[in-house]
């Protein structure tokens, strides 16, 4: 099995910044894709940024230029620095991850974290 972790969210005032990290761990043959998505309340669940094995980044129009997607292959672990927060950034954001396992069946699978919220208010 394969689990991810978020960690790094909270609380935050207009104009801050916070680094979410997630971790993935398990029976993890490769990683492709991982990415951020986040969901606000009442709101569908959206692609945040996305990063793949090799590095190339995308970002929704909303964040560009004020979020960064990183990732560290070595520990399985994927970043993204948020500065200059809005209260619109505020929602639960999740991270994605398609990873590749050799058992129990192998193939490539699509895994998500719980979630962490991100508050911005005053």
């Known amino acids: 099995q394969v689990q991810l972790v978020e960690s790094g969210g909270g609380l935050v005032q207009p104009g801050g910044s916070l680094r979410l990290s997630c971790a993935a761990s398990g029976s993890i043959f490769s990683i492709n894709a991982m990415g951020w998505y986040r969901q606000a309340p009442g709101k569908q669940r959206e692609l945040v940024a996305v990063i793949t094995s090799g590095g190339s980044t995308n970002y929704t129009d909303s964040v560009k230029g004020r979020f960064t997607i990183s990732r560290d292959n070595a520990k399985n672990t994927v970043y993204l620095q948020m500065s200059s927060l809005k209260p619109e950034d505020t929602a639960v954001y999740y991270c994605?991850?398609?990873?590749?396992?050799?058992?129990?069946?192998?193939?490539?699978?699509?895994?998500w974290g719980p979630g962490t919220q991100v508050t911005v208010s005053s």
């Open positions: 994605n991850a398609y990873v590749k396992i050799v058992q129990p069946v192998p193939g490539l699978y699509d895994y």
